[in-house]
Nanobody, 131 residues
Framework: HVQLVESGGGSVQAGGSLRLSCVVSQYTNNQYCLGWFRQAPGKERGGVASIDRFGFMAYAGSVRGRFTLSRDNAKKTLYLQMNSLKPEDTAKYYC??????????????????????????WGHGTQVTVS
Protein backbone atom coordinates (compact mmCIF):
# COMPACT_ATOMS: atom_id res chain seq x y z
CA HIS A 1 0.00 0.00 0.00
CA VAL A 2 1.52 3.28 -1.15
CA GLN A 3 1.64 6.11 1.36
CA LEU A 4 2.15 9.72 0.37
CA VAL A 5 3.13 12.46 2.79
CA GLU A 6 3.14 16.08 1.67
CA SER A 7 4.91 19.03 3.24
CA GLY A 8 6.02 22.53 2.37
CA GLY A 9 2.74 24.38 2.27
CA GLY A 10 2.28 27.74 3.91
CA SER A 11 1.26 31.34 3.45
CA VAL A 12 3.02 33.58 0.98
CA GLN A 13 2.43 36.90 -0.72
CA ALA A 14 1.55 37.10 -4.38
CA GLY A 15 4.65 36.79 -6.50
CA GLY A 16 6.38 34.62 -3.95
CA SER A 17 7.54 31.02 -4.12
CA LEU A 18 7.01 27.77 -2.28
CA ARG A 19 8.33 24.26 -2.75
CA LEU A 20 6.10 21.33 -1.92
CA SER A 21 7.51 17.90 -1.16
CA CYS A 22 5.87 14.49 -1.25
CA VAL A 23 7.57 11.44 0.20
CA VAL A 24 6.35 8.28 -1.49
CA SER A 25 6.69 5.02 0.41
CA GLN A 26 7.48 1.86 -1.50
CA TYR A 27 8.66 3.85 -4.52
CA THR A 28 11.39 2.23 -6.57
CA ASN A 29 12.58 2.46 -10.15
CA ASN A 30 10.07 5.15 -11.12
CA GLN A 31 7.33 2.56 -10.85
CA TYR A 32 4.51 5.08 -10.45
CA CYS A 33 3.09 8.04 -12.17
CA LEU A 34 3.29 10.83 -9.59
CA GLY A 35 1.39 14.06 -9.59
CA TRP A 36 0.02 17.04 -7.77
CA PHE A 37 -3.60 18.06 -7.58
CA ARG A 38 -5.24 20.95 -5.77
CA GLN A 39 -8.63 21.81 -4.40
CA ALA A 40 -9.82 25.27 -3.47
CA PRO A 41 -12.85 25.78 -1.21
CA GLY A 42 -16.06 25.21 -3.12
CA LYS A 43 -14.25 23.82 -6.16
CA GLU A 44 -13.49 20.37 -7.47
CA ARG A 45 -10.05 18.90 -7.16
CA GLY A 46 -8.04 19.52 -10.30
CA GLY A 47 -4.75 18.32 -11.70
CA VAL A 48 -1.68 20.53 -11.48
CA ALA A 49 1.16 18.44 -12.84
CA SER A 50 2.29 14.86 -13.32
CA ILE A 51 5.40 12.91 -14.20
CA ASP A 52 5.42 9.42 -15.63
CA ARG A 53 7.89 6.56 -15.33
CA PHE A 54 9.96 7.89 -18.20
CA GLY A 55 10.12 11.46 -16.94
CA PHE A 56 7.49 12.91 -19.23
CA MET A 57 5.76 15.78 -17.48
CA ALA A 58 2.35 17.28 -17.97
CA TYR A 59 1.17 20.59 -16.55
CA ALA A 60 -2.15 22.31 -16.24
CA GLY A 61 -2.30 25.38 -18.43
CA SER A 62 -2.83 27.67 -15.46
CA VAL A 63 0.54 26.76 -13.92
CA ARG A 64 2.71 26.08 -16.96
CA GLY A 65 5.79 28.25 -16.87
CA ARG A 66 5.40 28.98 -13.16
CA PHE A 67 5.43 25.55 -11.53
CA THR A 68 8.11 22.90 -12.02
CA LEU A 69 8.03 19.21 -11.11
CA SER A 70 11.06 17.24 -10.11
CA ARG A 71 11.78 14.00 -8.30
CA ASP A 72 14.61 12.54 -6.30
CA ASN A 73 14.45 8.78 -6.59
CA ALA A 74 17.05 8.22 -3.87
CA LYS A 75 14.89 10.16 -1.43
CA LYS A 76 11.64 8.77 -2.88
CA THR A 77 10.42 12.34 -3.06
CA LEU A 78 8.43 14.36 -5.56
CA TYR A 79 8.77 18.14 -5.55
CA LEU A 80 6.66 20.96 -6.89
CA GLN A 81 8.48 24.27 -7.17
CA MET A 82 5.91 27.03 -7.35
CA ASN A 83 7.03 30.47 -8.47
CA SER A 84 5.17 33.68 -9.23
CA LEU A 85 2.33 32.54 -7.03
CA LYS A 86 -1.07 34.14 -7.46
CA PRO A 87 -4.04 34.35 -5.09
CA GLU A 88 -5.89 31.94 -7.36
CA ASP A 89 -3.25 29.31 -6.54
CA THR A 90 -4.65 29.19 -3.02
CA ALA A 91 -5.79 25.62 -2.39
CA LYS A 92 -5.01 22.42 -0.59
CA TYR A 93 -2.42 20.56 -2.61
CA TYR A 94 -2.49 16.79 -2.79
CA CYS A 95 0.16 14.37 -3.94
CA UNK A 96 -1.05 11.42 -5.97
CA UNK A 97 0.35 8.15 -7.29
CA UNK A 98 -0.97 5.68 -9.80
CA UNK A 99 0.30 2.91 -12.01
CA UNK A 100 0.30 5.16 -15.04
CA UNK A 101 -0.25 8.72 -16.14
CA UNK A 102 -2.69 7.60 -18.81
CA UNK A 103 -5.35 4.93 -18.69
CA UNK A 104 -8.27 3.66 -20.69
CA UNK A 105 -11.67 2.61 -19.45
CA UNK A 106 -14.96 1.65 -21.00
CA UNK A 107 -15.71 5.32 -21.67
CA UNK A 108 -12.42 6.32 -23.20
CA UNK A 109 -8.79 7.10 -22.45
CA UNK A 110 -7.66 9.76 -20.03
CA UNK A 111 -4.67 11.46 -18.55
CA UNK A 112 -4.48 11.11 -14.81
CA UNK A 113 -3.99 14.87 -14.47
CA UNK A 114 -7.41 15.39 -16.00
CA UNK A 115 -9.30 12.52 -14.42
CA UNK A 116 -7.90 10.51 -11.53
CA UNK A 117 -9.01 6.91 -11.08
CA UNK A 118 -10.81 5.61 -8.05
CA UNK A 119 -7.70 3.49 -7.46
CA UNK A 120 -5.39 6.52 -7.38
CA UNK A 121 -3.43 6.87 -4.14
CA TRP A 122 -3.64 10.19 -2.31
CA GLY A 123 -1.82 12.02 0.42
CA HIS A 124 -3.61 14.07 3.04
CA GLY A 125 -2.69 17.39 1.48
CA THR A 126 -0.85 20.56 2.40
CA GLN A 127 -2.40 24.01 2.43
CA VAL A 128 -1.06 26.80 0.25
CA THR A 129 -2.40 30.30 0.81
CA VAL A 130 -1.41 33.21 -1.42
CA SER A 131 -2.50 36.71 -0.48
Amino acid sequence: HVQLVESGGGSVQAGGSLRLSCVVSQYTNNQYCLGWFRQAPGKERGGVASIDRFGFMAYAGSVRGRFTLSRDNAKKTLYLQMNSLKPEDTAKYYCAADVGCTYCGDDGCYQLIHKPRTETYWGHGTQVTVS
